[in-house]
């Protein structure tokens, strides 16, 4: 972890210790601290750009569908399977719930395959 430490002696052994058991917690991320409660990431595994910022975590983000109105939760393990597992774009937010998302790709599904 990038940080200065204190030069007083007590202050830099009590320092050492809280890096070291956020390391053991698993909440140093690129060398960045990151909050309680939310979900490490693993910035190796995101497709973003030379000179953006990857994720260093994620947390619950709270939206409402752009369809329906209705109030969502796109989770944190949700996001890590998106930006991890299916590559997507980092700067994506959630903007619609599961059932207006489907409705919408059944609905250009069913406009690509027109037999006219």
């Not at 997507?88 to 599904?109: T, V």
Request: hydrophobic share 30%; glycine share 6%; aromatic share 8%.
């Amino acid at each position: 972890m990038k940080k200065n430490l204190p030069k007083n002696p007590i202050k830099r052994k009590r320092e050492e210790k809280r890096i070291a058991k956020l390391e053991k917690e698993g909440r140093i991320v690129g060398g960045v601290e990151i909050p309680k409660n939310v979900l490490p990431a693993d910035p190796a595994k995101q497709e973003h750009a030379d000179g953006y910022s990857a994720k260093l975590y994620y947390q619950d983000v709270h939206f409402k569908c752009a369809g329906c109105g209705k109030e969502e939760v796109w989770t944190a393990q949700q996001q890590k399977k998106y930006f991890e597992v299916q590559k997507g774009n980092i700067y994506n937010e959630a903007k619609w719930c599961h059932e207006c998302h489907m409705r919408r790709m059944q609905a250009k599904h069913d406009s690509g395959t027109s037999d006219a």
